[in-house]
């Protein structure tokens, strides 16, 4: 029989699993601690808990984390990157990025091997959608880097391959235990989800009054060039994403992020600022502004350019002097092309 990896099961399944076999339901907790506070992924380890459930849960699960088949290191000024190459048990590949910034260690994490959404700008839509990760998959990012650094992970963002809200159950249950301040312990506020928009979701997410940070991918200020950048944008247009965004309750600590990729001749003209002047509002909106990353041999993303460094400061300052925060993210990981957008598996065996 096939086991199934620990890292799928959440606390309920778990006390589920307990019940079902005669043990006592808090064995569960017991578990999800060995495994997530302590780091003991070997059941003969986990001295408190019976013996019987040990060989029970050893014949039944496996704890393998992915294996690390190549890694790439980056520093500059601000600080260092480091992408891993991931690969899974079915032998898909998938890519994770620490970035060391200031006291910062945040984890770029994948949601899915490939992606359906589309957007013209982004690699991981050259790959097409393989399959969804579970949520075992999106914490055993976490738990083999950090591993291999042996440093803790203070920030995670959902920003690797993949959109998480097409993909969230997964990325709801790994975000459960990523949260939980008894097994890994990182709070809500310091985990971003980077979505192209899919408000259905988004709006479901709000309602139940998750606390994890929003950053929307806007990259366009009007519907012609949104629809030309990301398909998403038929279903959800500008005007909604908008009245979504600045509907939602912000305070100086919590605005909503818009990501905008910066394209030469596409969405660079000071009027794309303009526009998103007259949308937006500084008090629960903040700019994240992404020159474009590109590999140079990329034949996917032949036709665009990043802009000059006049064009990207005069768009920046435009936006600032009307009262936003705005940060350029001169991606982490550029040259090895761990930068945003640039995620995927370099080794495709499907
Ligand atoms: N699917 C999610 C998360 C993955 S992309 C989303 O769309 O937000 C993470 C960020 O990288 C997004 O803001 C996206 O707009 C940006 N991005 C994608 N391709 C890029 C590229 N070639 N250069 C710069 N940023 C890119």
Redo the contacts with the bound molecule.
Sequence with gaps: MDKDSIFDKSIERLEEYCVENGFKKYGAGQIMRWIYSNRVFDFSKMSDIPKTLRENLAKKFHAELPEITDTQYETDEGGSSKKYLLKLSDGNYIESVLINYKNRRTLCVSSQIG?K?G?V???TSNLGFIRNLTAGEIISQLLTVENDNSEKITNVV???M???LDNFKAAEESLKIISDDKLIGIAPRKITI???GLLNVLKNLEMNGYKYKI?I?L?ASDNFTRNMLMPVNKKFPIEKLAAFINGRKSSAHNKTTI?Y?LIKGVNDRIENAKKMIGMFSPSNVKFNL?P???DENSLF?KNFERPDEETLNNFKLKLSKAGFTVTVRF?KGGSING????LRAKTRCF
């Design positions: 992606c959404m957007c700008y982004c690699e959902f920003m690797g993949g959109e998480p980077s979505t192209c950053a991918s990259n990501e990729v992404i474009l990353n590109k993303l991606s930068g945003c957008g640039q």
